[in-house]
T-cell receptor, first 113, second 112 residues
Framework: DAGVIQSPRHEVTEMGQEVTLRCKPISGHDYLFWYRQTMMRGLELLIYFNNNVPIDDSGMPEDRFSAKMPNASFSTLKIQPSEPRDSAVYFC???????????FGPGTRLTVL | SQQGEEDPQALSIQEGENATMNCSYKTSINNLQWYRQNSGRGLVHLILIRSNEREKHSGRLRVTLDTSKKSSSLLITASRAADTASYFCVFSSGAGSYQLTFGKGTKLSVIP
C-alpha cells in the first residue's frame, strides 16, 4: 500500500482565498483524522471520521474550517476564507478499528500571505 | 484520550550513545504508543506496549512501562544521526478510544 496520500504538499495562497486540502487514507482503514501542527500549539486534532461519518469536530477552530469524507477513500479539509494564522502543516492520518495505531501522511504545508 | 508529558523537552547526544526519553500520564491506560517525527515529515509509529506488558523491544528500541508509577521510557541504543527527530508518547484509555492526543514531544539531536 502507498500509505496515506495528501495533496498538495505545499500550498501558498493569499488571505481571503479558499484552500482545499485532500487526503486518501490507507485502503481498508475505517478511521480518518485531520491534524494541524504549529510551533506554538504543537499537533492538534481538528476532526475525525469513522466509516465516513464525522465523529468529533470539536477541534475545528471556527466556521471557516470544514471537512468532508464523501467515500472511504477520500477526504477534504477546506478553509474559506483563509487567514495568515491558518499557516501550518496539516496532516491526515488513518487507522483500523481494532488497532488504534495511526498512519500519517506527509502533510500539507500551508502558507497564507 | 489523554496527553502524555514527555521529558526532557530536548536532548542532545553523541552518535553511538544511548538516548532515554520518559513519559508520564495520570489515569489508567489500555496501551501506550511512541511515535517519531522527522523535521518536516509526518509522524511514524514506532512501537505499542499494552498495559499488561512491562517491556518491549523493536530493533534498537526498548520501551518500558511502569503502570504503578504511571510512566514509560523509550531507550534508543547506539544512536545514529538519522535518529534525530521529535519523539511523542500517546496513551489510549477507555473502550473505543480511537482519538489520540499528542504532547509536545522530546526533541532528540544526535551529533555525528
Amino acid at each position: 500500500d502507498a500509505g496515506v496520500i495528501q495533496s498538495p504538499r505545499h500550498e501558498v495562497t493569499e488571505m481571503g482565498q479558499e484552500v482545499t486540502l485532500r487526503c486518501k487514507p490507507i485502503s481498508g482503514h475505517d478511521y480518518l483524522f485531520w491534524y494541524r501542527q504549529t510551533m506554538m500549539r504543537g499537533l492538534e486534532l481538528l476532526i475525525y471520521f469513522n466509516n465516513n461519518v464525522p465523529i468529533d469536530d470539536s477541534g475545528m477552530p471556527e466556521d471557516r474550517f470544514s471537512a468532508k469524507m464523501p467515500n472511504a477513500s477520500f477526504s477534504t479539509l477546506k478553509i474559506q476564507p483563509s487567514e495568515p494564522r491558518d499557516s501550518a502543516v496539516y496532516f491526515c492520518a488513518s487507522s483500523l478499528r481494532r488497532v488504534n495505531t495511526q498512519y500519517f501522511g506527509p502533510g500539507t504545508r500551508l502558507t497564507v500571505l | 484520550s489523554q496527553q502524555g508529558e514527555e521529558d526532557p523537552q530536548a536532548l542532545s547526544i553523541q552518535e553511538g550513545e544511548n538516548a532515554t526519553m520518559n513519559c508520564s500520564y495520570k489515569t489508567s491506560i489500555n496501551n501506550l504508543q511512541w511515535y517519531r517525527q522527522n523535521s518536516g515529515r509526518g509522524l511514524v509509529h514506532l512501537i505499542l506496549i499494552r498495559s499488561n506488558e512491562r517491556e518491549k523491544h523493536s530493533g534498537r528500541l526498548r520501551v518500558t512501562l511502569d503502570t504503578s508509577k504511571k510512566s514509560s521510557s523509550l531507550l534508543i541504543t547506539a544512536s545514529r544521526a538519522a535518529d534525530t527527530a521529535s519523539y511523542f508518547c500517546v496513551f489510549s484509555s477507555g473502550a473505543g478510544s480511537y482519538q489520540l492526543t499528542f504532547g509536545k514531544g522530546t526533541k532528540l539531536s544526535v551529533i555525528p
